[in-house]
């Protein structure tokens, strides 16, 4: 199942010159600021898919949901019925290219643009508008997904995210100032809006083998590691064979296998879930960026309160014990769904994995799941059935499904494949 790895870092090969703007009005704020003068806001988030939603408004919009993604150097709408009622001044057309197998996406943009989140505002922004919905980020991540942004966001605040309360906290770099109660601190490069750090190490046998990586709000999986030939990084001796998410420019393949022990800062973590993807869809496209071999999503990042300090280049981890404590778990069903429907409600089998659970359960593809566990999918969202099929290896699913207008009822035993 994809959704603990949907890779949704869109690098985006964008000119910052794409047009430029119209000089603003005489006592006009351009760029990102906090309303009133304020020194620091909160705004809270929904969790979903292990990716953080913000709500953001475009304009004069209701109220859209992005994806806040920390190296995202365009605002994106991914999905443009979101604005399609909006007079946006379009200026030009761009290809988008980012992690995938498939090719680039067509799409427009519009320049002299507000966003706003919470008390966060943005004046005179260009945003990129993709011409029609082909991510379909609202079936993997079960509501709404309107756009994904982030940079911005970052390099104009200090931005610690609460994983608990589930709130951002943006200040104002001039205002901000470290302590050590706020946990640790570790450098970072900026390079190509995205964040670097050493923080990461492979523990095997007492030996230590250090990686560069993207700190990359916008994956949902634990640790991806970019294998290549010249490095020394060897796969785990059991892999399985997946679909790791989706990038830019479609499916990502590769295996899923897992790290002994990993180090995080001055944390270590037992047995961690890595994706290794192939080189056709990640390494190729980005073989000439930075010497980075892979990079930590939310979930690992979710085990501790972090704050990104773009400005003075450094980020701060406090860990959350209880959750150090948790296991990284994968899907053990071998069930892939996708929400379809108005209201995200219809819950259609995308993929079988082979071999697995609900192989031998006799599911197919196509097949909608009407009730889990005698719960109604009515009452359930989609990441509440993912949490449901990755823990309690031995818990017996039933499923009422309807195939072809006929209902049918079975059953499997949640199985770790990895």
């Not at 794409?18 to 809270?44: H, V, Y």
């Not at 399609?84 to 995938?100: D, E, H, I, S």
């Not at 945003?127 to 919905?133: A, T």
């Not at 099929?389 to 072809?404: D, N, P, V, Y």
Request: proline share 3%.
């Amino acid at each position: 199942m994809t959704r603990w790895y949907l890779k949704l870092t869109f690098l985006c090969c964008l000119p910052f010159f794409l047009t430029a703007q119209k000089s603003p009005k005489k006592d006009d704020k351009f760029g990102f600021f906090l309303l009133g003068n304020s020194k620091f806001t909160r705004i809270p988030f929904q969790m979903h898919a292990n990716l953080i939603i913000v709500p953001v408004h475009v304009n004069d919009s209701d109220t859209l949901h992005f994806i806040l993604d920390t190296g995202v150097s365009s605002v994106i709408i991914t999905n443009p019925d979101a604005i399609k009622y909006q007079k946006l001044n379009f200026t030009r057309r761009v290809q988008l290219t980012g992690a995938g197998e498939g090719s680039s996406l067509s799409a427009s943009v519009a320049i002299g643009n507000t966003l706003g989140m919470g008390r966060m505002k943005a004046t005179h922004q260009n945003i990129v508008v993709l011409e029609e919905d082909v991510l379909k980020l609202s079936e993997y991540v079960g509501i709404p997904i309107d756009g994904i942004f982030g940079y911005e966001v970052f390099n104009n605040f200090v931005v610690t995210i609460d994983f608990i309360n589930r709130e951002l906290l943006l200040t104002n770099p001039e205002n901000y100032k470290y302590r050590a109660r706020q946990g640790d601190r570790y450098p970072i490069i900026i390079e190509d809006t995205k964040p670097y750090a050493d923080v990461i190490a492979l523990v095997e046998g007492g030996h230590e083998l250090p990686i560069r990586v993207v700190i990359d709000t916008g994956a949902g999986h634990a640790l991806l590691i970019d294998k290549s030939a010249d490095n020394q990084i060897q796969l785990p001796e059991k892999v399985i064979r997946a679909q790791l998410g989706r990038g830019l420019n479609g499916v990502i393949n590769g295996s899923l296998g897992r790290i002994n022990k990993v180090r995080f800062g001055k944390y270590e973590l037992d047995n961690v879930l890595a994706s290794f993807p192939d080189s056709l869809g990640f390494g190729v496209k980005f073989a000439a960026r930075s010497e980075r071999q892979g990079n930590i999503g939310c979930e690992l990042l979710r085990r501790f309160r972090v704050t990104f300090n773009y400005t003075d280049r450094y980020i701060v981890l406090k860990p959350i014990k209880r959750r150090l404590k948790e296991t990284f778990e994968h899907d053990m069903s071998g069930l892939e769904l996708r929400a379809k429907g108005k209201d995200l409600k219809e819950y259609v089998v995308d993929r079988i994995i082979e071999d697995s659970p609900a192989w031998y359960a006799g599911l197919e593809e196509g097949d909608e799941v009407l009730f889990i566990n005698n719960k109604s999918s009515d009452d359930l969202i989609i990441s509440e059935i993912y949490k449901l099929l990755q823990k309690g290896e031995g818990k017996e699913i039933t499923l009422l499904i309807r195939r072809k207008g006929t209902i049918h009822f079975t059953k499997f035993q949640l199985k770790r494949m990895i």
